[in-house]
């Protein structure tokens, strides 16, 4: 289980990110590491594809960064660890939200050799609901080194303007293209980047402000992750801005969103989408 104490509020609050250690067990990091290989091969459980499939074997580059979006919709073991609902009230809390819902999830694959991600913000690709707002649950399956090209954080930028979406997110050339003259738009001339180093397991949570990206992996090792993408659980459609991918969910006439594709993962009110404990568990079964 995912505890928020106050030393989590108070860091998180200053920095714009925060690691909660011991969030998967090893039985579960060894089964979610066992669905890479079969998802990005095309082979996916439910039947269903994911909503973005970035990486394809025998398609791509092996040196590219290997991504899929709301993995949970096509794997089950997936759905296991991004729609728990201590998931859910950790990204409200932090948020200073009422509850939170699933706006999407990521399955990043870095192999060795693996390009970058460049750095960006994720509230800036938000305008399609509102509030615009997001924050991010990344759950590392592999112990995490500065070389093996894990996560990293600017620390304070949650407190910065948010700037347009980044020019080139997948392999840049230079990861930090867009970071550095978003910098001097906030009018700060030195800026710190956190690698976060920390073992399999480990749920790093960071603000939908907070500039992050990832280097080359260096090393000779894997560089998996699981990630959740929440939003407030009030979060509607925004009523003419769109998504090319998500506002496919959104209903004619009318900016609710839906919970067959956005469920309500936690509330402080004890809410909580019906049918997920039920998927989740088909998930579970599925890997003992």
């Given amino acids: 289980m995912i505890v928020i104490t106050q030393k989590h509020l108070d860091d998180f609050a200053r920095d714009g990110f925060v690691a909660v250690e011991g969030a998967l067990s090893p039985d579960e990091i060894a089964s979610a590491r066992s669905r890479f290989k079969p998802m990005f091969s095309g082979k996916f459980e439910t039947g269903l594809y994911p909503d973005e499939w970035n990486w394809r074997l025998g398609r791509d580059r092996e040196d590219l960064t290997r991504q899929i979006c709301n993995g949970w919709k096509s794997d089950l073991t997936i759905a296991s660890i991004v ?24 399955v990043i694959w870095k192999p060795p050799g693996g390009k970058p991600l460049g750095f960006h913000q994720d509230d800036s690709y938000n305008g399609w609901i509102v509030p615009g707002e997001m924050m991010t649950c990344w759950i590392t399956l592999d112990d995490t080194k500065a070389f093996q090209g894990t996560i990293e954080h600017v620390r304070g930028s949650h407190r910065w303007p ?17 970071l550095k003259p978003a910098a001097q738009a906030a009018g700060i001339s030195d800026y710190e980047i956190v690698p976060i180093e920390v073992p399999a397991g480990t749920a ?85």
Avoid at 83 to 98: I, K, M, Q
Avoid at 162 to 178: E, N, R, V, Y
Avoid at 276 to 287: H, Q, V
């Fill in 83 to 106: 729609l728990r609902s201590d998931v859910g009230e950790a990204c409200a809390r932090l948020r200073g939200w009422p509850g939170a819902r699933i706006g999407q999830d990521n």
């Fill in 162 to 178: 948010i700037s347009p979406p980044i020019k080139q997110f997948h392999a840049p050339d230079d990861a930090l293209a867009d």
């Fill in 204 to 288: 790093v949570f960071h603000h939908g402000r907070t500039w992050h990206g990832s280097r080359d992996n260096k090393g000779t090792n894997p560089r998996r992750s699981v990630i959740a993408h929440c939003i407030s659980s009030t979060a509607k459609f925004h009523p003419h801005d769109i998504s090319y991918i998500y506002s496919r969910y959104k209903k004619a006439g009318s900016t609710e969103m839906d919970e067959s594709y956005f469920p309500v993962l936690w509330q402080q009110d004890g809410y909580r989408t019906s049918w997920l404990d039920g998927y989740m568990a088909k998930g579970r079964a599925a890997a003992a």
